[in-house]
Nanobody, 126 residues
């Protein structure tokens, strides 16, 4: 198990910004891929963005150009900078990680990630 702890969620008006963080315990060999997923009420969990230890990112079409994912390997911390937020971005955001070296960029699938955080709520009002 790799404990993942998210932080940085909150409430913001449309057009605003938030920055999510996910701190992972252990070394980066256990978190080769790290990702953000989100789940809105009544909807399935969906992938938002992912990144590997080499820094290769992958984004869902719905967030391209607005969200930026990054990883601080020295601290084994995942970040998600969310700009130009929309009400449809409202969801519980989950951090996920896996040690396997999946070949990107199409890695935003739940079953590819073994470790999950508890989630942090993001609410965007219009």
């Amino acid at each position: 198990q790799v404990p993942l702890v998210e932080s940085g969620g909150g409430s913001v008006q449309a057009g605003g910004s938030l920055r999510l963080s996910c701190a992972a315990s252990g070394d980066t060999s256990s978190t080769y891929w790290m990702a953000w997923f989100r789940q809105a009420p009544g909807k399935k969990r969906e992938g938002v963005a992912a990144i590997n230890n080499d820094g290769t990112p992958s984004y869902a079409d719905s967030v391209k150009g607005r969200f930026t994912i990054s990883k601080d390997n020295a601290k084994n911390t995942l970040l998600l900078q969310m700009n130009s937020l929309k009400p449809e971005d409202t969801a519980m955001y989950f951090c996920a990680a896996d040690s396997r070296r999946w070949v990107g960029p199409h890695v935003l699938f739940e079953h590819l990630f073994a470790f999950w955080g508890q989630g942090t709520q993001v609410t965007v009002s219009s």
